[in-house]
């Protein structure tokens, strides 16, 4: 399973389980990334992946 995966089922898990969606520091991670040759990287496509599934969610 990619890191990306990972991210979208985390997403259908924290709303299934409690309703509402984490916030992620996406930034923080970029900042991190730029600084440290993409060391972050894994923990960027995972917030890819979750904010994916954010955006696309459809509540009904």
């Known amino acids: 399973m990619t ?9 259908q898990t ?3 389980q409690h309703g509402y969606f ?3 520091p ?3 991670i970029d900042i991190l990334n ?5 060391k ?3 923990i960027s496509e995972f ?3 979750y904010n994916s599934y ?3 969610f459809d509540k009904d």
């Open 22 to 24: 984490a916030t992620y």
């Open 26 to 28: 996406r930034l923080a």
């Open 34 to 38: 730029k600084l440290f040759s993409n």
């Open 54 to 56: 954010k955006l696309n």
């Open 3 to 11: 890191d990306f995966e990972m991210g979208v089922q985390k997403a």
């Open 14 to 16: 924290d709303y299934d």
């Open 40 to 42: 972050a990287s894994e």
């Open 47 to 49: 917030i890819d992946g």
